[in-house]
């Protein structure tokens, strides 16, 4: 069982940067990929970026490549989301997950609650 808790979000302008982290649970956070996602209001949800359980290999949805970063500390069972250049369609509940298999399909079995990122123009 993992257990993942969000922090980070708040209201940011247009241009702007945040730093989301995830913290979480249980002694196996290494062996498991992560990932974020973002699901805007009335939208569905949208895969962001994945990184491999020892942090080596990324992935990146095309919105977001060049613009968002996403690393982990497995020392400190975390993973993060860079966001830089920010717009306003990025506002969103974000969301991370942790998921088993290949970095370039996991499938996702644990999920935080999210945190919401909300972008003005």
């Known amino acids: 069982q993992v257990q993942l808790a969000e922090s980070g979000g708040g209201l940011v302008q247009a241009g702007g940067s945040l730093r989301l982290s995830c913290a979480a649970s249980?002694?196996?956070?290494?062996?498991?990929?992560m990932g974020w996602f973002r699901q805007a209001q009335g939208k569905e949800r949208e895969f962001l970026a994945a990184?491999?359980?020892?942090?080596?290999?990324?992935s990146y949805a095309d919105s977001v490549t060049g613009r968002f970063t996403i690393s982990r500390d497995n020392a400190k069972n975390m993973v993060n989301l860079e966001m830089n250049s920010l717009k306003p369609e990025d506002t969103a509940v974000y969301y991370c997950?942790?998921?088993?298999?290949?970095?370039?399909?996991?499938?996702?079995?644990?999920w935080g609650q999210g945190t919401q990122v909300t972008v003005s123009s």
């Open positions: 997950a942790a998921g088993v298999g290949p970095i370039v399909a996991p499938e996702y079995v644990y």
């Open positions: 249980g002694r196996t956070f290494s062996s498991y990929a």
């Open positions: 990184i491999s359980g020892n942090g080596v290999s990324t």
